[in-house]
């Protein structure tokens, strides 16, 4: 992205500069977070830090989502903006449980999650999948972004009934290997077509 040197990027400019690597930093730190799940699956050993690493994913996944919105809220100002709004919801969530993990528990604060705590990864799963529904709708409709970025914004809430009934029995750590994929899929998607804009911008310059 390009700003002019008379103004400083907003917060919301920064986001969407950092959309990509928010992603895919998401996405590294879930997974890590997932195999530690699957050890503690297949070992028996609770591997400790796997919720931590999780919740800071999913912190950096809405930011991600915020990302998107600076170029989708002229096309499509109300369902952009009630988008973002949805994605509040995830963010504040797992930014609760990242605080209670990384510093409530540990200092003997909190041992058992009260009753918003204890809520707080439900309401930001279900939280994270309408946000990305409704990303995915507006992204479609403002037709600014490629294909393959509204097709893995949509198949990941897309999935969310079917982990709660037919695949309900899968193993959990399945979920968030299908979760890792669309998170590093979307940053990928996101630099390639920010390098590919970059590639015309020089082209089209005829002082390059």
Do not use: Q
Not at 72 to 98: G, T
Request: with cysteine.
């Amino acid at each position: 992205m390009n700003y002019s040197m008379a103004s400083e990027p907003t917060t919301l400019e920064l986001l969407e500069a950092k959309a990509p690597i928010l992603f895919l930093l998401g996405g590294l730190l879930y997974g890590v977070g997932t195999v530690g799940l699957i050890l503690t699956t297949y070992t028996g050993t609770p591997f400790g830090a796997d919720t931590t690493f999780a919740a800071l994913g999913k912190v950096l996944v809405p930011l991600g989502l915020f990302g998107l919105y600076p170029a989708l809220v002229e096309r499509r100002p109300y369902l952009s903006r009630a988008a973002a709004a949805v994605a509040v919801i995830p963010l504040a969530c797992w930014s609760l449980v990242l605080v209670a993990e990384v510093l409530l528990k540990p200092t003997g604060l909190v041992t058992e999650a009260p009753g918003p705590l204890a809520l707080a990864p439900f309401v930001g799963f279900v939280g994270l999948y309408l946000a990305f529904a409704l990303f995915g709708v507006t992204v479609l409709l403002a037709d600014v972004h490629p294909g393959v970025l509204v097709v893995l914004l949509l198949v990941y809430p897309a999935m969310f009934p079917l982990w709660m009934t037919v695949l309900s029995g899968v193993p959990e750590f399945v979920s968030g290997v299908f979760a890792v994929v669309v998170y590093a899929g979307i940053g990928v998607a996101l630099r390639n077509a920010d390098g590919s804009t970059a590639e015309a911008e020089v082209t089209a310059d005829p002082a390059a």
